[in-house]
């Protein structure tokens, strides 16, 4: 997987980040290729291992892209209707820019897509990502990354 808008291991920029410190509240275009043969849909999850929770935070969850989309831009505009958005962890079926709490130090935001067996995983569209990562436990042929860092602002 790869990103036009930032290199994997490099600051996210403004754009794709949180409102409230100047983003735009906007997904980045993200790209992958090398599937396994039989893959027959994707998911992509954005998640914060690095966030206060102790089990992180999902921003983003997005499962049942057909086998033939192998590109979002940014904003994600072109998701098919057969597309799931699941709630992510602020209830909102929507990417949610990063904007790590102050003082929580440097935070990384892993987009992941995963190369999926089936063409659409049978999910409760109102469920949690926590469901649709279950669910791609059983159904993921292969996986593939990339992560942004992004810096809390000191309190």
Avoid at 112 to 140: K, M, R, S, Y
């Amino acid at each position: 997987m790869r990103s036009a808008d930032f290199e994997h291991g490099a600051e996210m920029p403004l754009e794709f980040r949180d409102p409230d410190i100047g983003g735009k509240q906007t997904s980045p275009s993200l790209s992958w290729s090398g599937f396994p043969a039989g893959t027959r849909s994707f998911a992509i999850t954005c998640y914060d291992p690095d966030a206060p929770t102790g089990i992180g935070f999902m921003h983003w969850a997005v499962a049942n892209i057909p086998a033939g989309v192998t590109a979002l831009s940014a904003g994600a505009p072109e998701l098919p209707g057969t597309v799931l958005t699941l709630p992510n962890d602020v209830r909102l079926a929507q990417y949610v820019g990063p904007n790590p709490p102050p003082g929580s130090g440097r935070h990384r935001y892993v987009f992941v897509v995963h190369a999926v067996d089936v063409p659409a995983l049978e999910i409760d569209p109102t469920l949690t990502p926590t469901v649709l990562g279950f669910n791609l436990h059983f159904h993921t042929l292969a996986r593939g990354h990339v992560t942004a860092w992004v810096d809390a602002v000191e309190a």
